[in-house]
């Protein structure tokens, strides 16, 4: 069965200074990886996303993360961290399209960021 | 307006009641899923949906009901309300390189 570990519950950084929030999953094959942000109130959307090729991903607002099969992590990074990045942030497996798994996502139990000034 | 949106946003119904949340996007994506957001627990996978008229359980279904008779829709009823199903309920589709995308949710209270 697949699933997700994010070992912070909640994480306090200064504004300008730089984030990483920890992802571990455990998947039978090669995984298809995803981090959301999602602001109080709001649904979640999605910051990058990992299916294959470069382990270094880019994504909206300035993060990336990087795949490593070998650790089974998918830590997401920021070099420096605004304000407005205060949220809870989750990360998530699934399987791709096709067969039966139906693209189902996993998610982790979430990592709520506050940002002080 | 193209995307995906949940209706009602907020709803507070009594024990024992019938509640249906209503789920519609505009992509045609052949999967949409349901999920149930509780502190602590992140979001779990209720119903999923390959295309209409199919329809299998997630992770937490009991209590539950879903449809699909259009691929648009994805209806889920509660049949008689709970406490523990007290909760905000995300609806999302997906498209054909697995990113799913979500509704802005419902947040349903249980008296």
């Known amino acids: 069965a697949q699933s997700v570990t994010q070992p912070d519950i909640h994480i306090t950084v200064s504004e300008g200074a730089s984030l990483e929030l920890r992802c571990n999953y455990s998947y039978g094959a090669t995984p298809y990886l995803f981090w959301y942000v999602q602001s109080p109130g709001q649904g979640l959307q999605l910051l990058l996303k990992y299916f294959s090729g470069d382990t270094l991903v880019q994504g909206i607002k300035g993060f990336e993360a990087e795949f490593k099969r070998s650790q089974s992590s998918f830590n997401l990074r920021k070099p420096s961290v605004h304000w407005s990045d205060a949220a809870e942030y989750f990360c998530a497996v699934g399987a791709g399209a096709g067969g039966t798994s139906y693209g189902k996502l996993t998610f982790g139990q979430g990592t709520i960021l506050t940002v002080h000034p | 307006d193209a995307g995906i949106t949940q209706s009602p946003r907020y709803k507070i119904t009594e024990t024992g009641r019938q509640v249906t949340l209503m789920c519609h996007q505009t992509w045609s994506h052949s999967y949409m899923f349901w999920y149930r957001q509780d502190l602590g627990h992140g979001l779990r996978l209720i119903y999923y949906?390959?295309?209409?008229?199919?329809?299998d359980k997630g992770e937490v279904p009991d209590g539950y009901v879903v449809s699909r008779s259009k691929t648009e829709n994805f209806p889920l009823t509660l049949e008689s309300a709970t406490r523990s199903q007290t909760s905000v309920y995300f609806c999302?589709?997906?498209?054909?390189?697995?990113?799913?995308?979500f509704g802005p949710g419902t947040r349903l209270t249980v008296l």
């Open positions: 949906s390959a295309a209409a008229d199919i329809t």
């Open positions: 999302a589709s997906r498209d054909q390189t697995s990113e799913q995308f």
